[in-house]
């Protein structure tokens, strides 16, 4: 994953310094590039896949219409990833209490195996496969819809560190706070998700 | 609850590699030593190995399309609305610079009129135009008059002027006029009432006796609500305007020895006069002088010799420098 940041840092600003000329196949290569980790955080923060498509292609165009005036004093990646999250941040609050009422009549859904698999991977001594989670599409469910009754900002924050794997300074930078807010907003994210993960089960 | 936190933030830096060497030996000492900060970690770790294990979603095929479709759509948009935008801009700007230009042209104006109307009083102020108007027709007749009667004497005149005076109490300024006129000898004078409330005095005579006419008539002057001179001056027709003037200032006009000398004291007192109708304390010197008495004590005339004053006028007529002064006496505000 951290190969995969480095590729894009070392050919962004070949990327960007041809979008900004206007060469239209370097916009392509440009939203081909990033478009899927994009639409990814988007969908992971918003919950909504409508949504997700709506904010990522209005992230690109954002970007694009943008991208002379982007000064280069932070990373073309996460100045991208910037306007991603505040465009998603700001569509969630938008329809918040929409979507908070929608997971809650959706609870009693969850299949007793599920739960009982759930309640395995948080315990002490189990040995969680990500394979065998990523493959459980109800668990993959609950994670989801635990991670959008996190508050926004926190749910954020563990998006871009543990599915983006952004380190704590691209998240300060993302998020424009300070490092320690980042650490602080993290530690409260897991420790919040964990204990609405456990509220399943219990 | 503070260490708590603190304690996650060290074991979520120890599980993100985000913390210094110093650190990482300080947490994995109290880990070893601390089961329930090595179950804590634990936990975290399964958090965040659940959060990581979500499958990668991707974004649409037709994203590229849809983006570039976007795009098009805002700049087609974009361009109109910016092309609209220049016009309703343009409109405006040039708006607010007409109307600038017009306000500047304005004040332009009135400055220049008010500087006009004080550096060049000769010409004929809108006021005085009016109460020309007004009395034109009355005033052309004596004219007309004195240039048959006494034209002879009005070629000779080193002075013309016109006094236009208003007042509320007609009647008796009128009556105080005439009598001045008679009892100072004045025979070569014209006059007459045209109407009611108007009367036209031409006056054509020596300097001593016009000064000694003022000088009665400045015991009148708090009654007249208006007295302006209009001194004629070569070319013909141009005529410099005093406002508010005093008869004892005519008097100062003509009592110069010379027609250069005339023009010149009368282009002073318009100017004089035009500044002291703006000064604020014009109202207190005004108040003052409406203190004075009011009544008028009309001068009796008084024998000095055994000669006919007529026959003396006459005479000072014939052989002094000659002053011509039409004096128009009009009733109301």
Same mark, same amino acid.
């Given at each position: 994953?951290?190969?995969?940041?480095?590729?894009?840092?070392?050919?962004?600003?070949?990327?960007?310094?041809?979008?900004?000329?206007?060469?239209?196949?370097?916009?392509?290569?440009?939203?081909?590039?990033?478009?899927?980790?994009?639409?990814?955080?988007?969908?992971?923060?918003?919950?909504?896949?409508?949504?997700?498509?709506?904010?990522?292609?209005?992230?690109?165009?954002?970007?694009?219409?943008?991208?002379?005036?982007?000064?280069?004093?932070?990373?073309?990646?996460?100045?991208?990833?910037?306007?991603?999250?505040?465009?998603?941040?700001?569509?969630?609050?938008?329809?918040?209490?929409?979507?908070?009422?929608?997971?809650?009549?959706?609870?009693?859904?969850?299949?007793?195996?599920?739960?009982?698999?759930?309640?395995?991977?948080?315990?002490?001594?189990?040995?969680?496969?990500?394979?065998?989670?990523?493959?459980?599409?109800?668990?993959?469910?609950?994670?989801?819809?635990?991670?959008?009754?996190?508050?926004?900002?926190?749910?954020?924050?563990?998006?871009?560190?543990?599915?983006?794997?952004?380190?704590?300074?691209?998240?300060?930078?993302?998020?424009?706070?300070?490092?320690?807010?980042?650490?602080?907003?993290?530690?409260?994210?897991?420790?919040?998700?964990?204990?609405?993960?456990?509220?399943?089960?219990? | 609850?503070?260490?708590?936190?603190?304690?996650?933030?060290?074991?979520?830096?120890?599980?993100?590699?985000?913390?210094?060497?110093?650190?990482?030996?300080?947490?994995? /000492?109290?880990?070893?030593?601390?089961?329930?900060?090595?179950?804590?970690?634990?936990?975290?770790?399964?958090?965040?190995?659940?959060?990581?294990?979500?499958? /990668?979603?991707?974004?649409?095929?037709?994203?590229?399309? /849809?983006?570039?479709?976007?795009?098009?759509?805002?700049?087609?948009?974009?361009?109109?609305?910016?092309?609209?935008?220049?016009?309703?801009?343009?409109?405006?700007?040039?708006?607010?610079?007409?109307?600038?230009?017009?306000?500047?042209?304005?004040?332009?104006?009135?400055?220049?009129?008010?500087?006009?109307?004080?550096?060049?009083?000769?010409?004929?102020?809108?006021?005085?135009?009016?109460?020309?108007?007004?009395?034109?027709?009355?005033?052309?007749?004596?004219?007309?008059?004195?240039?048959?009667?006494?034209?002879?004497?009005?070629?000779?005149?080193?002075?013309?002027?016109?006094?236009?005076?208003?007042?509320?109490?007609?009647?008796?300024?009128?009556?105080?006029?005439?009598?001045?006129?008679?009892?100072?000898?004045?025979?070569?004078?014209?006059?007459?009432?045209?109407?009611?409330?108007?009367?036209?005095?031409?006056?054509?005579?020596?300097?001593?006796?016009?000064?000694?006419?003022?000088?009665?008539?400045?015991?009148?002057?708090?009654?007249?609500?208006?007295?302006?001179?209009?001194?004629?001056?070569?070319?013909?027709?141009?005529?410099?305007?005093?406002?508010?003037?005093?008869?004892?200032?005519?008097?100062?006009?003509?009592?110069?020895?010379?027609?250069?000398? /005339?023009?010149?004291?009368?282009?002073?007192?318009?100017?004089?006069?035009?500044?002291?109708?703006?000064?604020?304390?014009?109202?207190?010197?005004?108040?003052?002088?409406?203190?004075?008495?009011?009544?008028?004590?009309?001068?009796?005339?008084?024998?000095?010799?055994?000669?006919?004053?007529?026959?003396?006028?006459?005479?000072?007529?014939?052989?002094?420098?000659?002053?011509?002064?039409?004096?128009?006496?009009?009733?109301?505000?």
């Amino acid at each position: 994953m951290r190969s995969e940041t480095a590729n894009i840092n070392i050919d962004e600003a070949v990327l960007v310094e041809q979008c900004r000329r206007g060469e239209p196949a370097a916009l392509e290569r440009l939203i081909i590039k990033y478009q899927n980790r994009l639409y990814n955080v988007i969908l992971k923060i918003c919950g909504n896949p409508d949504d997700a498509e709506e904010l990522t292609q209005e992230t690109f165009v954002k970007i694009l219409e943008g991208i002379e005036g982007f000064s280069g004093r932070s990373s073309f990646y996460t100045w991208a990833f910037r306007i991603a999250v505040n465009l998603t941040i700001n569509h969630c609050k938008r329809g918040q209490k929409l979507v908070t009422r929608s997971i809650d009549a959706e609870d009693s859904e969850y299949n007793e195996q599920t739960k009982a698999q759930l309640r395995e991977l948080l315990q002490d001594d189990g040995s969680p496969e990500p394979t065998a989670v990523a493959q459980n599409r109800e668990m993959c469910r609950i994670i989801i819809e635990s991670l959008s009754k996190l508050d926004d900002t926190q749910r954020a924050v563990i998006v871009l560190r543990d599915i983006e794997d952004m380190s704590y300074a691209q998240i300060a930078d993302v998020l424009d706070i300070e490092l320690g807010t980042v650490k602080s907003r993290l530690s409260r994210a897991r420790s919040g998700l964990r204990e609405i993960l456990e509220a399943n089960f219990q | 609850m503070k260490e708590d936190f603190n304690i996650d933030e060290m074991l979520n830096g120890l599980i993100d590699g985000e913390l210094t060497v110093r650190q990482q030996t300080e947490i994995q /000492r109290l880990i070893r030593h601390d089961p329930q900060v090595a179950q804590r970690l634990r936990q975290l770790q399964r958090c965040k190995m659940l959060v990581g294990a979500l499958p /990668r979603d991707e974004a649409p095929d037709d994203m590229l399309e /849809r983006v570039k479709a976007s795009l098009e759509r805002r700049q087609l948009f974009g361009a109109e609305a910016g092309d609209f935008s220049r016009q309703e801009g343009a409109k405006h700007l040039l708006g607010r610079r007409l109307l600038a230009v017009a306000a500047m042209v304005g004040l332009i104006i009135a400055l220049g009129a008010v500087i006009y109307s004080i550096v060049a009083p000769e010409s004929v102020s809108e006021k005085s135009n009016l109460l020309r108007r007004e009395t034109g027709r009355i005033a052309a007749k004596p004219e007309h008059i004195l240039t048959d009667v006494a034209g002879r004497l009005v070629t000779a005149a080193t002075f013309r002027g016109r006094l236009e005076l208003k007042t509320a109490d007609f009647t008796a300024v009128d009556a105080f006029i005439r009598r001045a006129i008679e009892e100072n000898g004045i025979s070569e004078y014209l006059g007459s009432t045209i109407q009611n409330n108007k009367s036209v005095y031409t006056l054509t005579c020596g300097r001593d006796k016009l000064s000694s006419l003022l000088s009665d008539m400045e015991n009148i002057r708090p009654r007249f609500n208006s007295a302006t001179l209009f001194v004629e001056q070569e070319p013909p027709g141009n005529e410099i305007v005093i406002p508010a003037v005093r008869p004892l200032q005519i008097a100062e006009i003509i009592g110069r020895n010379d027609y250069q000398g /005339r023009i010149e004291t009368a282009r002073n007192l318009a100017v004089l006069n035009e500044v002291n109708k703006h000064l604020p304390a014009r109202e207190i010197l005004a108040a003052a002088d409406s203190e004075k008495p009011a009544s008028i004590t009309i001068p009796k005339p008084v024998l000095t010799s055994s000669e006919k004053p007529d026959e003396k006028s006459s005479r000072q007529a014939e052989t002094g420098e000659k002053m011509q002064l039409i004096i128009i006496v009009a009733g109301g505000q």
